[in-house]
C-alpha cells in the first residue's frame, strides 16, 4: 500500500507574518498521522518555515532548484543551499516555470538531478496544455516529459521521486479533472514507469494537481492510482488545506 501525500504549492502568494500564521495553522489541525504533508515554500521564506516545521508532521519543500551545483548562474537557487534549510522536496518542472520561464525537458532532468544529489526528493511535474488534450496529444507529451528525466538520471532515480500530474488546462481555472479524466492518466504515467521498472511503479507516488479542492479531493484520492494532490490556491488557507489532506 502506497502511503500518500499531499503537497501545498505557495506559489508567489503571501508574506513572511502570513505564512508563519499559515504553517502553524496547519500543524495545529494536523492530528492523527495519516499521510506524508508538506508546502514548498517562496525560496526566501525557507529559514522562518524551516524553524516552524522542525520535530513537526509537516514537510518542507522548494519551488525550483538550479540545473547547475553551483558558480556564475545569478539569480539561481542550488540544492545545497537548499539542503541547508532542511528541504526535504523540491518542484521541477512546474508548468508556469516551463511556460514562463522556458525550463525545458532537459533543464527540468538536470534540476531532477541536482535535487537527488542532495537527497532532496525532486516532484516532477507533467502535463497537457488544453490544446494537446484536444488533440489528443496528451500521453506522447507526458511520454517526452517523463523520457527527459528517465534518458538522464535513469528509472531507477525514480525510486526517491514523485511524479505530479498537472494538467495545465486545469490549474488555477477552477475546472478540475474529473475523478475518471484524471486516474485515466495516472493510470498511464504509473503503466509506463512499470513497463521499464515495476518495482518502482508500485511504490512511486503520483499526485494529482489543478484546481483540487475540499469538495473535490476526497473523490480524486479515491481513485487507485493517485497517491495525493499537489495544492495550488486551496494550499493558502489552512482550513482548506486541512480538509484536502484529511479527505485522504
Ligand atoms: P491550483 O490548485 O491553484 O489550480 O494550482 C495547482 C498547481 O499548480 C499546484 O502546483
Redesign the pocket.
Known amino acids: 500500500m502506497r502511503r500518500s501525500l499531499v503537497?501545498g504549492?505557495w506559489?508567489m502568494n503571501g508574506t513572511l507574518a502570513s505564512a508563519e500564521l499559515l504553517v502553524k495553522g496547519i500543524i495545529a489541525g494536523l492530528g492523527e498521522n495519516i499521510a506524508d504533508i508538506a508546502v514548498?515554500v517562496p525560496y526566501v521564506y525557507l529559514p522562518k518555515v524551516s524553524e516552524l516545521v522542525k520535530n513537526t508532521a509537516l514537510a518542507l519543500g522548494a519551488q525550483n532548484v538550479a540545473d547547475k551545483s553551483s558558480g556564475a548562474y545569478t539569480g539561481e537557487i542550488s540544492a545545497a543551499m537548499l539542503s541547508e534549510f532542511s528541504c526535504k522536496y523540491a518542484?521541477v518542472g512546474?508548468?508556469?516555470r516551463r511556460s514562463y520561464y522556458g525550463d525545458t525537458d532537459e533543464s527540468v532532468a538536470a534540476r531532477f538531478c541536482q535535487a537527488q544529489e542532495q537527497n532532496i526528493t525532486p516532484i516532477l511535474?507533467v502535463g497537457e496544455t488544453l490544446e494537446q488534450r484536444e488533440q489528443d496529444q496528451t500521453f506522447a507529451v507526458i511520454n517526452a516529459q517523463l523520457d527527459a528525466v528517465i534518458n538522464l538520471a535513469g528509472i531507477a532515480a525514480f525510486d526517491a521521486a514523485v511524479i505530479?500530474y498537472?494538467p495545465v488546462w486545469?490549474?488555477?481555472?477552477?475546472k478540475t479533472a474529473t475523478d475518471e479524466q484524471a486516474q485515466e492518466v495516472h493510470r498511464y504515467i504509473r503503466q509506463y514507469i512499470a513497463a521499464k521498472d515495476q518495482a518502482i511503479a508500485d511504490k512511486i507516488q503520483i499526485l494529482y494537481?489543478?484546481?483540487?479542492?475540499p469538495d473535490n479531493a476526497k473523490g480524486l484520492f479515491a481513485m487507485p492510482d493517485i497517491d495525493g494532490g499537489?495544492?495550488?490556491?486551496?494550499?493558502l488557507d489552512a482550513e482548506s488545506f486541512l480538509k484536502i489532506y484529511h479527505s485522504i
Open positions: 503537497v504549492n506559489k514548498c518542484l512546474h508548468s508556469e511535474c505530479a498537472e486545469a490549474i488555477g481555472t477552477g494537481g489543478g484546481s483540487a479542492k499537489l495544492i495550488g490556491g486551496a494550499s
